[in-house]
């Protein structure tokens, strides 16, 4: 019998580095941004500092898109839709474990380069949207 394999909810983003999320203003206006990520169990998982504008703009909407993209951001593949909410802290620890096993030494890296940071980080957990 063959492994069961198991299917991403995000299948565009598959063996990408980054993705352009972009989330929205009161207006509508889509603000992109390219993030680090990792899919674990159908959810994408993000980390950003709790004061960064993903936040503030998540606490009115929790729409976001998600697409594969470079390092500056220019999209390599096709969009999906999703939403987001950000993790509790007693949820972070999953998503921290995703991100680490995706990026390894470079993710250790950033952590320690984040710690002189003012603000606190936060996770960000992304759904599929409901079709």
């Known amino acids: 019998m063959a492994p069961a394999t198991q ?12 993705m352009r999320l972009t989330t929205f203003r009161k207006s509508g ?3 992109p941004t390219p993030v680090w990520f990792a899919e ?4 994408l998982y993000v980390t950003t500092l709790s004061n960064s504008g993903k936040v503030k703009r998540l606490s009115h909407t929790s ?7 470079t ?3 220019s999209v390599l ?6 939403s987001a909410r950000i993790l509790s802290p007693s949820e972070a620890e999953a998503a921290d474990a995703a991100l680490t096993r995706k990026y390894g030494f470079q993710k250790r890296a950033f952590d320690l380069s984040q710690s002189f940071r ?10 599929p949207a409901a079709r």
């Open 40 to 43: 674990s169990d159908g959810r």
């Open 71 to 73: 390092a500056k951001g």
């Open 29 to 31: 206006e889509p603000v």
């Open 7 to 18: 299917t991403s909810a995000f299948p565009n983003l598959g063996g990408h580095s980054f």
């Open 63 to 69: 729409r976001v898109v998600v697409e594969p993209c």
């Open 118 to 127: 003012r603000a606190p980080r936060v996770y960000l957990e992304i759904l």
């Open 77 to 82: 593949g096709p969009s999906s839709e999703g």
